[in-house]
């Protein structure tokens, strides 16, 4: 049977086919008064860097009832009487920027946990070098470049230290063998944050032309065992910053499932069956053998669903 495969963190998921009521919604227009709360949204919830007297300072961004109350008093003087009741339309619309965080948070992880990688990588803005915003334009072309010409995979985002303010980039990388451009060095450095020395794999490349960076060596193991997911999406929630995505990675796979390549039934939301391990080097039943009003009595009985148009999905 045709199913879609993801990996939830622990195994291999299988979902059935079935209907897709949202597949042809177009989103509507947005009105003023939404747009501008997204900016607003998004503006107060990102920390900025500031000089004073004393230097440079970092200003945190806002949190929870402050940046609420922020919002729906500059909404409020701005548009007036636009909306009936502005404390439902901001409570409405905060809970939907939660339910758009938790939706990118998602697929965010079954890209992590699809997908193989071997570097966990850290860039770290320098300010001699260039500003804020050209560093984020010459550091996303450069990892495009690397995409189209060497086949480099990534997925991370930009955020700020908690204590300085200073931008960083993290992100999961995949170096096909023998892509590396420059060449990775060990090097020993006191670490301001843990307090004791530490040893950093910089890359000579990226250094030359961006500054302080860490091509820790990293495998999928290291992603289900330990927190970088979580490390990575903390900052998300924080600052609202956007995922950063090399095209082509997928977070799924269309394949053929057979009954000796599922584990286990269960129900969540829709019926779906856990994977062995080894579900790809299982082979399949074969594509053909079923045809017509069997095949269409087979599918009803294996997954329980009745579809509209069930020729696409025969084995």
């Known amino acids: 049977m045709r199913c879609r495969v993801y990996h939830d963190g622990c195994h291999y998921i299988a979902i059935a086919p079935g209907k897709r009521p949202y597949a042809n919604w177009k989103p509507r227009p947005k009105k003023d008064h939404e747009k501008a709360f997204r900016e607003l949204y998004r503006g107060t919830k990102m920390g900025y860097r500031q000089e004073t007297e004393n230097g440079v300072e970092y200003v945190p961004g806002m949190t929870g009832n402050e940046q609420k109350q922020y919002i729906l008093e500059t909404l409020q003087d701005t548009f007036g009487d636009a909306v009936d009741d502005w404390q439902e339309f901001v409570n409405q619309e905060f809970e939907r920027e939660r339910n758009n965080y938790c939706a990118r948070a998602k697929r965010f992880r079954r ?25 984020k334009q010459r550091l996303r072309r450069s990892l495009s470049n690397l995409h ?6 990534y997925m991370g985002c930009f955020e700020r230290a908690e204590d300085t303010g200073r931008l960083h980039f993290h992100g999961l990388f995949h170096v096909p063998p023998g892509e590396m451009v420059g060449e990775i060095e060990e090097r020993e450095s006191y670490s301001t944050k843990q307090h004791k020395m530490q040893i950093s794999c910089v890359n000579t490349w990226f250094e030359k032309r961006f500054g302080r960076n860490d091509f820790c060596p990293f495998t999928n193991d290291d992603i289900k065992r330990g927190t970088t997911l979580e490390y990575i999406l903390k900052y998300i929630e924080k600052s609202g910053e956007r995922i950063v995505y090399s095209r082509g990675i997928p977070s ?16 969540n939301f829709v019926k779906k069956w856990i994977l062995f ?29 009745e579809y509209e148009n069930l020729s696409r999905y025969s084995p």
């Open 148 to 153: 189209s010409r060497r086949d480099w995979t």
């Open 277 to 305: 391990d080894d579900w790809k080097t299982v082979d399949p039943a074969p594509r053909g053998v079923v045809e017509g009003e069997e095949a269409v009595e087979w599918l009803i009985c294996f997954t329980g669903y």
């Open 252 to 267: 799924d796979e269309v394949a053929n499932i057979a009954v000796e390549q599922c584990a286990a039934e269960y129900y």
């Open 111 to 135: 890209k992590a946990f699809f997908n193989d990688w071997n570097y966990f990588v850290t860039f770290t803005y320098d300010d001699v070098k260039a500003t804020e915003e050209t560093f």
